[in-house]
T-cell receptor, first 113, second 110 residues
């Protein structure tokens, strides 16, 4: 079954404790991206990747890191989480670029205390 | 001005009604735009792609007006299961980035 998986689905952590949210897709897509969704602000792109070892900033990259060592995986790293990073996070993958259908993971609800 | 703007709603309509949403955009020269559907706090899923010639899929019709920079979504014969938030998505000009509207909420009642 074609899918995008994210883990964990729910996470409560404390300020400053490094965390990683994993994302994996089995559709051989080149394009992957991370979004955060906040009430009244919609989905905002954090980072995206056009292919292995190629990543670029989205609109809200501050406080986040990503890596793309393998085509299928695109983890999101918060080196020192802060309360303003409390949000709902979605990973997505989509063909060769932004113009292709995007398939989203189920989301990760992160709370930073 | 936001790059992608949508009326947040909610649109409350009875079953069987026809409802239309608009989305205005700027800063895009893309050939294709998108409507995604999002159920409460779940992942967005593609509803329709929108091309210059428009697109129709059953009860759903999407149209693109480049001159006025807006995209529309028409839902005919609304069903209870159409209740969701509809997101307008626009590729940003000269980038590989996608811009999402904040969504329009639809509530269909019996």
């Amino acid at each position: 079954e074609a899918q995008v998986t994210q883990n964990p689905r729910y996470l409560i952590t404390v300020t400053g404790k490094k965390l990683t949210v994993t994302c994996s897709q089995n559709m051989n897509h080149e394009y992957m991206s991370w979004y955060r969704q906040d009430p009244g602000l919609g989905l905002r792109q954090i980072y995206y990747s056009m292919n292995v070892e190629v990543t670029d900033k989205g609109d809200v990259p501050e406080g986040y890191k990503v890596s793309r060592k393998e085509k299928r995986n695109f983890p999101l790293i918060l080196e020192s989480p802060s309360p303003n990073q409390t949000s709902l996070y979605f990973c997505a993958s989509g063909g060769a670029g932004a113009g292709d259908t995007q398939y989203f993971g189920p989301g990760t609800r992160l709370t930073v205390l | 001005r936001k790059e992608v703007e949508q009326d947040p709603g909610p649109f409350n309509v009875p079953e069987g009604a026809t409802v239309a949403f608009n989305c205005t955009y700027s800063n895009s020269a893309s050939q294709s735009f998108f409507w995604y559907r999002q159920d409460c706090r779940k992942e967005p899923k593609l509803l329709m792609s929108v091309y210059s010639s428009g697109n129709e899929d059953g009860r759903f019709t999407a149209q693109l007006n480049r001159a006025s920079q807006y995209i529309s979504l028409l839902i005919r014969d609304s069903k209870l299961s159409d209740s969701a938030t509809y997101l307008c998505v626009v590729p940003r000009r000269n980038t590989d980035k996608l811009i999402f509207g904040t969504g329009t909420r639809l509530q269909v009642f019996p």
